[in-house]
């Protein structure tokens, strides 16, 4: 079941940052937030998750309200590579393989 | 270290006939699962393995199976083929530490015709 909202598609600049919003105002106390894209003809990728806190690593940011109810990832300088769809997921750690990945958000790096 | 391997890259059936997928995860991943991903339904989770032992499985018929080796190495199979099947599979694996962080391969494209 759909857990997330995210905007369909979203453009942005070569070189600037590329902020990815998701709802999530249904989050339960134990449900982390996922992170994951799929270029065009890949498997998906992971690239973050977290609980409440602010996560950062080599990839992105990720930035949880205080509320927990909304997100954001961060791509802080967006490459023509980073063109892909990216899949927000809200759900327990530790159940397994088990992602509902929904439709996501298709972002396009513009040189 | 080799990534995720699935083979064949592209695969052509009929109705009505089956197919096996292969899948080799990364060199000490344990866990492997299986997704299908088709333009109107999206990412969908089929199964997942651990130790050869089928852990989960998503909502799908009978039809799909699967199998997992000593060695970690999967497979699935799809029997008496719809044209609905036709899809991009896709095999992830993870270490059982981390089970939430999936490497994916890049998949089978299986067109039922």
């Known amino acids: 079941d759909a857990k997330t909202t995210q905007p369909p598609s979203m453009d942005c600049a070569e070189g600037r940052a590329a902020n990815l919003p998701c709802n999530h105002s249904?989050?339960?106390?134990?449900?982390?937030v996922y992170w994951y894209r799929q270029i065009h003809s890949q498997g998906p990728q992971y690239i973050i998750h977290?609980?409440?806190n602010n996560e950062t690593n080599e990839m992105a940011s990720l930035i949880i309200t205080e509320d927990r109810k909304s997100s954001t990832l961060i791509l802080p300088h967006a490459t023509l590579r980073d063109t892909a769809v990216y899949y927000c997921?809200?759900?327990?750690?530790?159940?397994?393989?088990?992602?509902?990945f929904g439709t996501g958000t298709s972002l396009t790096v513009i040189p | 270290k080799a990534g995720v391997t699935q083979t064949p890259r592209y695969l052509i059936k009929t109705r009505g006939q089956q197919v096996t997928l292969s899948c080799s995860p990364i060199?000490?991943?344990?866990?492997v699962s299986w997704y299908q991903q088709t333009p109107g339904q999206g990412l969908q989770f089929l199964f997942e393995?651990?130790?050869?032992?089928?852990?989960n499985k998503g909502n799908f018929p009978g039809r799909f199976s699967g199998r997992q080796f000593s060695n970690s190495r999967s497979e699935m199979n799809v029997s008496t083929l719809e044209l609905g099947d036709s899809a991009l599979y896709l095999c992830?694996?993870?270490?059982?530490?981390?089970?939430?962080?999936?490497?994916f391969g890049s998949g089978t494209q299986l067109s039922v015709l």
């Open positions: 997921i809200v759900r327990v750690e530790g159940t397994g393989n088990q992602f509902y």
């Open positions: 977290g609980l409440k």
């Open positions: 992830a694996s993870s270490l059982e530490g981390v089970r939430e962080k999936l490497f």
């Open positions: 249904t989050i339960s106390g134990n449900e982390y």
């Open positions: 393995y651990f130790s050869e032992t089928q852990r």
């Open positions: 060199s000490g991943h344990r866990s």
